[in-house]
T-cell receptor, first 114, second 116 residues
Framework: GENVEQHPSTLSVQEGDSAVIKCTYSDSASNYFPWYKQELGKRPQLIIDIRSNVGEKKDQRIAVTLNKTAKHFSLHITETQPEDSAVYFCAASRITGGGNKLTFGTGTQLKVEL | DVKVTQSSRYLVKRTGEKVFLECVQDMDHENMFWYRQDPGLGLRLIYFSYDVKMKEKGDIPEGYSVSREKKERFSLILESASTNQTSMYLC???????????????FGPGTRLTVL
């Protein structure tokens, strides 16, 4: 089955700096890669996703890049703000007719310091 | 707005008890999932369901079973609770195979289960 590795497990940045979280996956058939954000005490929520036919996707201060050859994808947050502090999870999935089973990474605790 | 609810936020049970965790979604989603979340291990899939009365094992199904008698409700059952099942349990749901953002999973608030 799919295996997703995520690094680093913790990341501390100064407000205004950029943050990068990296994930690798094992199943070359995976074609959908979402990122979820979980604030303290809250439920995970989707913040951005990318499909394998796209190399990069941006949404305001966040972007995701995908390298299919190397089987890795990354989340980039620019101009970090205190409200970006949270746990971020990457995931991988092979979209089939039956729906989407996600395999998650182990999470990155991002702390944005003032 | 999509709403996914879980029957309890906190639950304390004793070893050997049978435990039921309930999840309900109100958006007519086809897919429903049960995860457990443990520090350093991320979200691990226990079971999922693509349709009523249908279930498939996830990555860590041992010690658990599920039931989906109605489309909106997905139950997780611990047949005989053990201390290593102490964890946060998260339910999620998503649309079927079509529609905008059909892959997005919407999570419930979680149930913190402690087995003594």
């Amino acid at each position: 089955g799919e295996n997703v590795e995520q690094h680093p497990s913790t990341l501390s940045v100064q407000e205004g700096d950029s943050a990068v979280i990296k994930c690798t996956y094992s199943d070359s058939a995976s074609n959908y890669f979402p990122w979820y954000k979980q604030e303290l005490g809250k439920r995970p929520q989707l913040i951005i996703d990318i499909r394998s036919n796209v190399g990069e996707k941006k949404d305001q201060r966040i972007a995701v890049t995908l390298n299919k050859t190397a089987k890795h994808f990354s989340l980039h947050i620019t101009e970090t703000q205190p409200e970006d502090s949270a746990v971020y999870f990457c995931a991988a999935s092979r979209i089939t007719g039956g729906g989407n089973k996600l395999t998650f990474g182990t999470g990155t605790q991002l702390k944005v310091e003032l | 707005d999509v709403k996914v609810t879980q029957s309890s936020r906190y639950l304390v049970k004793r070893t050997g008890e049978k435990v039921f965790l309930e999840c309900v979604q109100d958006m007519d989603h086809e897919n429903m999932f049960w995860y457990r979340q443990d520090p350093g291990l991320g979200l691990r899939l226990i079971y999922f369901s693509y349709d009523v009365k249908m279930k498939e094992k996830g990555d860590i199904p041992e010690g658990y079973s599920v039931s989906r008698e109605k489309k909106e409700r997905f139950s997780l059952i611990l047949e005989s609770a053990s201390t290593n099942q102490t964890s946060m349990y998260l339910c999620a749901s998503s649309y079927g195979t079509s529609g905008p953002k059909f892959n997005e999973q919407f999570f419930g608030p979680g149930t913190r289960l402690t087995v003594l």
